[in-house]
C-alpha cells in the first residue's frame, strides 16, 4: 500500500472524526466522509473541498450502500476504512437503563460498523490490501459503570477487530482497534453532565475523577488519537495488525468513583 491513500471515515464531520479527516486531507490523501448530519458535512466540504462526503446513518443499511456508490462516484479505490461513527449510549444502571436507547446503541456502533466493514473489504481486497481502524476505548477494557450499551458496543468491537484480522490479514488487510480514554470536547462534556445528574454531584467533582482515572491525570485531544490512526493507516504499521492501542495516559481503571 502506497502511502498516499483513498480513505472512508465514518463520523467525520465532528471531534475525533473530522480532526483524523484534516490530518489526511493535509497529507495530500483523498477522504470521503459521512456523518449522519447534512450541516456538518456540508460545513466540512466547503472547509475541505477537496475532500468528498455524504450523508448517512450507518446503522440503516440502506444509507450504507448509498455512502459506497457515492464514495465509488468519487474515488476508484479504497485504501483505509476508519470506522469512528458512534454514539455515547445512555447513562444509568442496568435496572433502568432504557432499552430503545440500548438497541439505538448498539445499532450504531456495532452494527454500523460490521455494514461498513463488510462493503469496504471488496474494495480493500481489489487495492491489494488495506487497512481497517476501528475506534473502540479504555471501556473496552475495563467495564464502564452506568454505561452498558455503550461498554457492550465497544467491547464488541475488539472481537471483530479480532476476527476480522484473522480472517482478512492472509490478503494483506490488518484490522486494529484504536482505544481513546475521554477526549476533550462537547461529547464529553454531555456524558459527565448526565452522570452528576445522575449521583447527584457537580459537573466538577465528576470530571475531577474521570481525570483521575488516569496516571497522567488529562483527557486526550482529537490529534492524539489522530497520530495513532494515521499509524495505523501508514506503511510504517504494515507488519502491525489484530492489535488494541489505548490512547489514554494509561487508564488505571473506570470505577473510581466507588473509591
Known sequence: MSEHHAVLITGAASGIGRRTAERFLERGDEVHICDVSQELVDEFLEANPSATGSVADIGNRDDVDRVFVELMR??????????????????????????????????????GTFYMT??????????????IINISSTAALHGYPLRSAYTASKWAMMGLTKTWAMELGPEGIRVNAVCPTSVEGSRIDAVIAREAAHRGLSVEKVREVYLRQTSMRTFVSADDV???????????????SGQSISVDGHTEGLSNWLD
Open 118 to 131: 463488510k462493503r469496504a473489504v471488496p474494495l480493500l481486497r481489489k487495492s491489494g490490501g488495506g487497512a
Open 226 to 240: 489522530a497520530d495513532t490512526i494515521l499509524f495505523l493507516a501508514s506503511d510504517a504499521a504494515r507488519k502491525v
Open 74 to 111: 468519487h474515488h476508484e479505490h479504497l485504501d483505509v476504512l476508519v470506522n469512528n461513527a458512534g454514539v455515547a449510549g445512555p447513562s444509568a444502571p442496568i435496572d433502568t437503563h432504557d432499552e430503545d436507547s440500548w438497541d439505538e446503541c448498539i445499532r450504531i456502533n456495532l452494527s
